[in-house]
């Protein structure tokens, strides 16, 4: 590899990526199996945006451990933030991301929400 290899483009189409990401999620948000979790995903959204408090995904995961019922991992979890700040439920909080506390997340970077118009 020459370096102009290094600083041309990488040869990855940004719309394919996007456009399979909107497939995924609406998979997800058709499938009968995840109804339940996408139902209490739901109302956990609601009730953390109508509290005005910046909140994670592990701020999900929280609540329902809180209720005695635990999330499993891998739920539909990132569709339906998504879901919720297309329709102006939640809103990105512009500030760094954050570390994951929960152990199944190996510490990844999380998205900082708050409610939309909050």
């Known amino acids: ?3 102009a290899d290094l600083l041309a483009p990488p040869p990855f189409d940004p719309a394919e990526g996007s456009r399979r990401k909107a497939e995924g999620q609406a998979l997800q948000a058709e499938s009968l ?10 109302d956990y959204l609601v009730a953390l945006a109508e509290a005005g408090e910046a909140f994670t995904s592990d701020s999900v995961y929280a609540m329902a451990e809180a209720e005695g019922d635990p999330l499993p991992a891998g739920q ?8 919720a700040a297309k329709a102006g439920l939640i809103g990105r ?8 506390d929960r152990a199944a997340s190996h510490r ?5 929400w708050k409610g939309a118009g909050r």
Not at 33 to 42: E, S, T, V
């Open 1 to 3: 590899m020459i370096q």
């Open 108 to 112: 990844r970077a999380l998205t900082v």
């Open 76 to 83: 539909p979890m990132g569709a339906m933030f998504s879901a």
């Open 33 to 42: 199996r995840l109804r339940p979790y996408r139902d209490r995903i739901r």
């Open 93 to 100: 909080v512009w500030t760094p991301s954050v570390a994951s």
